[in-house]
């Protein structure tokens, strides 16, 4: 599943660069929707983002795209592994990776416990 978000001036900090807080943000709202397309009806919180490591900067106008691939599935969790490329101006022919990350989320029942995904 592919996503795109456009870097604005509210999203910076004092040095001009993309916070990392608002990747971290898109991201997770990006893991929620796919896992809620895969699994409609299904209540799932994030549980983990591994290996958070800012690698490359990333400047106001940048267009992000965000690619989304199921990694595994377990018996109450789904982990998705988020790739994020800047396609600035430059078109999506010349994309540049600024960030990746692996994102667990669990299933819960209605009154907040895990509980299978799958029969």
């Known amino acids: 599943m592919d996503n795109y978000k456009l870097v604005m001036p509210e999203h910076l900090n004092h ?9 971290l943000q898109w991201i997770d ?3 929620w929707i796919a896992v809620n397309l895969e699994f409609p ?17 990333v400047r106001e106008g940048a267009i992000l795209k ?3 691939e199921r990694t595994k599935l377990g018996r109450t969790s789904v982990q998705y592994g988020v790739k994020v ?4 101006a430059k078109g999506e022919s010349s994309t540049r990776e600024v960030f990746h990350i692996s994102v667990t989320l669990v299933r819960l029942d209605e009154n907040g416990h895990k509980t299978p995904i799958l029969p």
């Open 15 to 23: 040095f001009g660069y993309l916070f990392g807080g608002n990747m």
């Open 29 to 31: 709202e990006i893991a």
């Open 41 to 57: 009806g299904m209540r799932f919180v994030t549980i983990a983002m591994d290996n958070v490591v800012f690698r490359e900067s």
């Open 66 to 68: 965000f690619v989304t």
């Open 85 to 88: 490329f800047d396609v600035a």
